[in-house]
Structures are given as structure tokens and as C-alpha cells.
């Protein structure tokens, strides 16, 4: 019984710390779309394709 709660409360952090990350790399995207002037591109965000495309241009 307790491993299963340990492993359910391990894989829950990893989620969270996943997310963290996630963030991260879409905050810092948007500064520096914002920084080279191209908010039009903030749209693309919406597109998960496109939004893979920005994170790999910007190497985030």
C-alpha cells in the first residue's frame, strides 16, 4: 500500500515539475519574441506545431 503511494506522490511531482518547466520555456519564448519585435507571432502560440517550430527556433 505504501509503495503505491510513493510512486503515485513521485509521478505526481514529476508532473508538477514538468509544468515548471514548460513554463519556463513558453515565458521565455514570449520575452524573446516580445525582444526581436515579433509579438504578431504570440498567435502561433496556439498551434502546437508552431509553437514546437518557436521553441526550436529559439533553442528553448
Same mark, same amino acid.
Do not use: C, H, N
Given at each position: 500500500?505504501?509503495?503505491?503511494?510513493?510512486?503515485? =506522490?513521485?509521478?505526481?511531482?514529476?508532473?508538477?515539475?514538468?509544468?515548471?518547466?514548460?513554463?519556463?520555456?513558453?515565458?521565455? /519564448? &514570449?520575452?524573446? /519574441? &516580445?525582444?526581436?519585435?515579433?509579438?504578431?507571432? /504570440? &498567435?502561433?502560440? =496556439?498551434?502546437?506545431?508552431?509553437?514546437?517550430? /518557436?521553441?526550436?527556433?529559439?533553442?528553448?
Amino acid at each position: 500500500m505504501a509503495k503505491k503511494f510513493y510512486r503515485e =506522490e513521485g509521478l505526481e511531482e514529476g508532473r508538477a515539475e514538468g509544468r515548471a518547466q514548460e513554463t519556463a520555456r513558453i515565458t521565455a /519564448l &514570449v520575452s524573446r /519574441l &516580445v525582444a526581436d519585435g515579433r509579438e504578431g507571432d /504570440l &498567435v502561433l502560440l =496556439e498551434d502546437p506545431e508552431k509553437l514546437r517550430l /518557436l521553441l526550436s527556433e529559439y533553442s528553448l
